[in-house]
């Protein structure tokens, strides 16, 4: 969407994400999502009297990571204590970081080119979940609420943009190549629909060489889908608030996904008093050089890196391909590609085979080495599998594993011999005389009709390639 | 009342058994707890199971812990697992903590026997023990007067022979000021040399928990047993336990020790006199007296109570209604978290919240919380010029003996004024110790503090040590 009259929208994203530490922030509890409520703590988490935290090595870690691939600065950090009251934070305050983050400044680069800056990427810790039961279903109104602190003290890193996105779309491709790098820091698995990646969007509008204008907090966006469709809602909002005479207010707002509109949640006359200060429990965080380097060390490569060295071995990619390897890198299936590659298959069909089939069998891809996707596609591609058959040996191999001959024999793929082949042209050349001629004339669309009456009489067991080689042969 | 020293080397010896030094205590417990309000609960069962134990362990022939059958009052801040753990305050009425503290794994680990959880100020809030939501503990050398506080309840128990040993915290003075006004031996260890697990938090930058006893050797063998290293507090220092008990009597040979101005100022002069006599006597023992003037502990009272109304504020924030302790309901989530926090806490402890909310808000953090911070920067850097030329430094505890029931509760600044000598050493987050030396206003107690540097906890014992033998404790 684009806004008219001049008009320009400025967004900054806001991204927590959960972890993927064995255990939490501060103390050993079970670090997992999906847990029975309430059975994930410890006194520690649950913030009773006389507890204390102590900081998870791994967060620090995790956090360092995410930095460095954002090519922030790390530097000798602070805890601070944000004081408030809600009940599903149990010492009614939450330990974040301040005025001294771990990870501050940086960029990202999008697909597109563009560059989003990083303004800081700090370490906190998460809140439990409360549900509101009967009544408004909200906090305010609802007849009781449970609590569940299994997530409560579960490490997070709030990853803060600049004001630098121009459009919902670019926010989109700046949120997707975020979790791509997420994902692959191992720092989270970048989950939006369990919560384990949650944005907070600020949007403002102007005229484009205006001064920022007042900007609005959007809340609850749960996907991707909802973050795109919420800024375009939002920017539109202010745009006619304003050309009707009206002026933004400076509120949080929150993301209604089937009205598809945002509402007023809080409206922020001035700055939340957070009462800030030192967390006096803790101290501080100066990770030293050689630990940072091992971090650095054994940062694996970035999805814009993976990407481009994944494209450069396509010949002018069609936006088919932009797409699949789009979804190869994000998956991360790009070794397995490489891998096919390397063993001498066709890159077009490593990169079709591994952003269809193996995207789909996503759960069974332990079962699967690369050296059996590699053989698999060779025989493909040297006429010993048809396309179905390859494609039923991969699901085969996802779903239990295993050697894909053996597979491709188990299931009774032998290679379809070139006399049955023929002879099987050769009815068919009788049976369609008319398409026959017009081929033979030189009307090279009816080699898929004869390739489709092979595949229905052999049930799909013949290779197109072969098919067509008799085809020509009896031209 | 026997030593813990001696019940432990006796117990080990089999010359008495756990039970018996148990059953002992117990009765004087019995005996006064009505009249001095000492004990909020006793764990008997607990405690005979415990002292049983050590029996048994005794019987096969193993060794035994040194504070073997020793029984130990508990302040009742610190968790112990299934104990009733209140703080002296309503809101955490029901609760049972549990897990045990640190310092209780470490006490029974050593042989200890825990026999229960005593009185103090609500949250330890206060200097008189008066502030309690379950009434005041009385001075057992008089009970027309307090026993000081915050750990009154810990320091009562002691001078009434029930334990011959007690554990306190210390935020501001809450171990040494309560040990000076019932005569005992008190220490604010240094900061993060005991570990805070287990311990309800009033102002984590202050607090420290130490040992309260009626002899210096009682003390280091205490602090011995819970200082250390604890992975479980991120504040605790890095190193094992420091050797206390041998170093007891190493004496003050050599010693430099300054009588600082700031440290006496405004004590009644009974106490300004017995700080006196005591410099001689460190200085008849071979240590050399100077004279120190310290200004900036003068401004040691109002950083204090920014700083720790301030973490205060936040601390008791958890007390909310929604997981543990009292809940008073209302309509919704907000009015019962208010509610329960108006019923729940006392009126000092609201005072208090209420303050360090105020120091911690927005526009005024940085006249009132910020400025305190850098008062308390000033504050370590003095201390350090003046261990630059002395060893040690002594004043008054306290500036007076104990005090009559109600002599300052309705003027909150006259109590605050109690902590005035003790507060610079929390600040600064060094030790020290008060040990009792001479007696003042009706032949009550006084006693002298001395101060040490971090981790100076061993001179310091052996300082209090030469005044204890001086004083005709030999």
Redesign the interface.
């Known amino acids: 969407m684009t806004l008219e009259n001049g008009w320009e929208m400025v967004v900054g994203l806001e991204v927590h994400t959960e972890l993927k530490t064995a255990t939490k922030m501060f103390c050993g509890c079970a670090n997992s999502f999906g847990s029975e409520p309430n059975t994930n703590v410890c006194p520690v988490c649950l913030g009773l009297p006389g507890s204390l935290p102590v900081l998870n090595e791994r967060a620090i870690e995790l956090a360092m990571a995410i930095g460095m691939a954002l090519h922030s600065r790390i530097a000798p950090s602070t805890f601070h204590r944000k004081n408030y009251f809600y009940p599903d934070m149990p010492k009614d305050f939450q330990i974040s970081q301040y005025d001294l983050p771990i990870n501050s400044g940086g960029y990202l680069d999008l697909p597109d080119g563009s560059r989003v800056s990083i303004e800081r990427a700090h370490l906190e810790e998460d809140t439990g979940k409360s549900t509101h039961l009967g009544g408004s279903g909200r906090i305010h109104g609802a007849d009781r609420s449970l609590v569940d602190y299994n997530r409560s003290g579960v490490p997070l890193v709030e990853i803060v943009s600049g004001p630098d996105i121009r459009s919902s779309a670019q926010a989109r491709a700046y949120a997707m190549e975020l979790r791509g790098i997420l994902i692959a820091t191992g720092a989270s698995d970048g989950r939006m629909e369990e919560g384990s990646m949650r944005i907070d969007a600020n949007v403002s509008v102007r005229q484009s060489a205006d001064p920022f204008g007042t900007r609005c907090e959007i809340k609850n966006l749960n996907s991707l889908r909802s973050l795109q469709r919420a800024i375009d809602y939002e920017a539109q909002r202010q745009v006619e608030l304003i050309e009707a005479g009206g002026t933004v207010r400076q509120e949080t707002r929150h993301w209604d996904e089937i009205l598809a509109v945002t509402s007023t949640m809080r409206i922020k006359e001035e700055a939340d008093d957070y009462r800030y200060f030192r967390e006096p429990d803790l101290v501080d965080l100066a990770p030293d050089q050689a630990w940072q380097d091992r971090v650095r060390g054994e940062l694996p490569a970035m999805p814009a890196e993976r990407r481009a060295k994944l494209s450069s071995r396509l010949n002018e990619p069609s936006d088919a391909q932009v797409g699949a390897v789009e979804v190869v890198i994000d998956l991360g299936l790009d070794p397995f590609v490489h891998a096919a590659i390397d063993h001498g298959v066709d890159p077009s069909l490593a990169l079709a085979r591994a952003a269809n089939e193996l995207a789909a069998g996503l759960d069974g891809i332990t079962r699967l080495s690369h050296e059996a996707f590699s053989v698999t596609l060779s025989m493909e591609q040297g006429g010993e599998l048809s396309a179905t058959q390859a494609k039923t040996v991969l699901g085969e191999l996802l779903a239990r594993g295993g050697d894909p001959k053996a597979v491709a024999a188990a299931k009774g793929f032998e290679q379809l011999s070139s006399d049955t082949l023929g002879a099987t042209v050769a009815e068919l050349i009788v049976q369609y005389p008319d398409e026959w001629a017009r081929y033979r004339d030189g009307d090279e669309k009816l080699a898929q009709f004869f390739i489709g009456q092979v595949m229905k009489l052999t049930k799909g067991q013949a290779n197109g390639k072969a098919v067509v080689g008799e085809l020509q042969a009896r031209r | 009342m026997k030593s813990a020293a001696q019940i432990a080397r006796e117990v080990q010896s089999g010359a008495t058994s756990a039970s018996v030094e148990l059953e002992a205590s117990l009765a004087a417990v019995r005996a006064r707890n009505e009249e001095l309000n000492v004990f909020l609960h006793v764990d008997e069962e607990g405690a005979r199971a415990a002292a049983s134990r050590i029996d048994d362990r005794v019987a096969r022939g193993e060794t035994v812990g040194p504070l073997a059958g020793v029984p130990i009052a508990i302040k009742d ?3 112990q697992a299934g104990i009733p ?1 209140t ?1 002296s305050s309503r809101i ?1 009425e029901g ?1 049972r ?3 045990n ?1 640190t310092v209780i794994d470490r006490l029974v680990e050593a042989g200890a026997v825990p026999v229960g959880k005593t009185n103090l100020d609500e949250f330890a809030m206060g200097s008189s023990t008066e502030n309690s939501a379950f009434g005041p503990t009385r001075n057992p050398l008089d009970i027309t007067r307090v026993p000081g506080g915050s750990s009154g309840g810990s320091a009562a128990a002691v001078a009434a022979d029930m334990t011959p040993i007690a554990l306190g915290s210390d935020t501001g003075g809450s171990i040494r000021q309560p040990a000076a006004l019932c005569g005992l031996v008190g220490v604010k260890p240094s900061y993060g040399l005991v570990s ?6 009033f ?3 202050l607090d420290q928990i130490g040992p309260l006893s009626k002899t210096v050797l009682d003390s280091a063998i205490l602090l011995e047993v819970i200082a250390g290293h604890d ?5 605790s220092l890095p190193e094992p336990s420091p050797s206390l008990v041998a170093h007891v009597d190493d004496g003050v040979a050599g010693k430099r020790v300054a009588l600082v101005r700031e440290l006496v100022e405004g004590a009644d002069p009974d106490v300004v006199a017995s700080v006196e006599r005591a410099t001689v006597a460190l200085k008849d023992a071979g240590a050399t007296i100077i004279e120190l003037s310290i200004p900036e502990f003068r401004l040691g009272l109002s950083a204090y109570y920014l700083i720790a109304p ?2 205060a ?2 601390n008791l ?4 209604g ?3 302790g009292l809940r008073v309901d209302a309509d ?3 009015a019962m ?1 208010e509610a329960t926090r108006t019923a729940g806490f006392g009126a000092e402890v609201k005072r208090r919240i209420m303050l360090g ?1 105020y120091a ?3 526009g005024y ?1 940085d006249a009132y ?1 910020g400025q305190a911070l850098k008062v308390r920067t000033q504050m370590i850097d003095a201390f350090h010029r003046a261990y630059q030329q002395a060893d040690l430094l002594i004043g008054a505890t306290a500036p007076s003996v104990a005090f009559e029931f109600g002599a300052k509760t309705s003027n909150p600044m006259a109590m605050y004024l109690s902590d005035v000598f003790t507060i610079p050493t929390n600040l600064a987050g060094e030790a020290a110790v008060s040990v009792p030396f001479g007696t003042g206003e009706a032949g009550l107690p006084i006693g002298v503090q001395l101060l040490g540097p971090g981790r100076s906890e061993a001179q310091l014992l052996a300082a209090a040590r030469v005044l204890e033998i001086a004083d005709g404790r030999p």
């Not at chain 2, 992975?231 to 504040?235: E, L």
Request: charged letters at 15%; glycine letters at 2%.
């Open positions: 801040n610190l968790c753990t703080c955490l609760w903590p549990p897990y503290a805070r697990y287990g311990l309800i938090a102002a984590s930058s992975p479980m507090d991120s504040t301030a973490e504020s936040s924030a958890r007390f909310d929604v997981r543990y919704d989530v907000t978290m909310t911690l808000s927005a953090f919380y």
